[in-house]
Nanobody
Framework: QVQLVESGGGSVEAGESLTLSCAVS????????MGWFRQAPGQEREGVAG????????FTSDSVKGRFFISRDDTENTLYLEMNTLKPDDTAMYYC??????????????????WGQGTQVTVSS
């Protein structure tokens, strides 16, 4: 089992930055992939960034490319999402996700079997 706890959300103005953290605990050695998703009211959950634990490759969605960056600190068992030049359209609940088995694309929510409780990000214009 894996437990995920997000933190770092808040309210900011457009153009500002935030870094989200996801504390990972449990059987961390079993994790094959991790990602960040977001969901705005009335919208589907969207994958914004992802990575595979056996690879150095990092992935981001077109909507955040060049502004959001995913990283991991293995010594701290923490996943990060650095978000720069935030826009009002980035307003959403942000979720950390992990999987310990075979899955679909990094951006597909159904690929992941562990989820955090979410942290709210609100960007005002």
């Amino acid at each position: 089992q894996v437990q995920l706890v997000e933190s770092g959300g808040g309210s900011v103005e457009a153009g500002e930055s935030l870094t989200l953290s996801c504390a990972v605990s449990g059987t961390t050695s079993s994790i094959k992939a991790m990602g960040w998703f977001r969901q705005a009211p009335g919208q589907e959950r969207e994958g914004v960034a992802g990575m595979y634990t056996h690879s150095t490759a990092r992935f981001t969605s077109d909507s955040v490319k060049g502004r959001f960056f995913i990283s991991r600190d293995d010594t701290e068992n923490t996943l990060y999402l650095e978000m720069n030049t935030l826009k009002p359209d980035d307003t959403a609940m942000y979720y950390c996700a992990a999987r310990d088995g075979v899955g679909y694309s990094w951006s597909s929510a159904r690929s992941y079997n562990y989820w955090g409780q979410g942290t709210q990000v609100t960007v005002s214009s």
